[in-house]
């Protein structure tokens, strides 16, 4: 059963607390993404990966941090520098970020929503 | 319909009606389009995509229209059913040509279909 799974589905942060939210692929793509979605709003990217160990800044990647140490994995911890982490977080992987059209495609996992205590 | 940074516009049908489902773009340079559908509490779906050398794609019941004169996307959904309620988010490829296949987001269009 091929996916992008999420874990947790609920979590809840104390104020001052970093937390991780985890995001692993078994689709064997080479780029992964984190977004944050707010209520009635769109996505917004906060950080992504185009292969292991290399990763880059999306539009609002103060306060969290990443890591790729391994191609399926892609966790986010929300830092306590993140001000406002209350959010529905979604995980996304493609097949070749570098090729053009349908490899493009972004596959999502089922999300994360965090609340604060 | 919706526009990349605008709020979330809505769209209500009757259960066997055609919706049409817009959106505007602001690069020029984007060359690759994707419609998602998420519904409540689950991730985004990929519905279809259209590269900007067509400017019409379909698939099972979705038609996507591109225009890029205007920059102006559509998703055309036929016969539509309860099971399409979700909010609709077109996506652009905006860096263009070769990338790190990073896409912009629309806010999405919220669609209600009543039985």
Known sequence: DGGITQSPKYLFRKEGQNVTLSCEQNLNHDAMYWYRQDPGQGLRLIYYSQIVNDFQKGDI???YSVSR???????????SAQK???AFYLCASSIDPTALGSKNIQYFGAGTRLSVL | GESVGLHLPTLSVQEGDNSIINCAYSNSASDYFIWYKQESGKGP?????????????????????L???VKHLSLQIAATQPGDSAVYFCAENGAGGTSYGKLTFGQGTILTVHP
């Open chain 1, 61 to 63: 990647a103060e306060g």
């Open chain 1, 69 to 79: 140490e391994k191609k399926e994995s892609f966790p986010l911890t929300v830092t």
């Open chain 1, 84 to 86: 406002n982490p209350t």
């Open chain 2, 45 to 65: 779906q990929f519905i279809i995509d259209i590269r900007s050398n067509m400017d019409k794609r379909q698939g099972q019941r979705v038609t996507v229209l």
């Open chain 2, 67 to 69: 225009n890029k004169t």
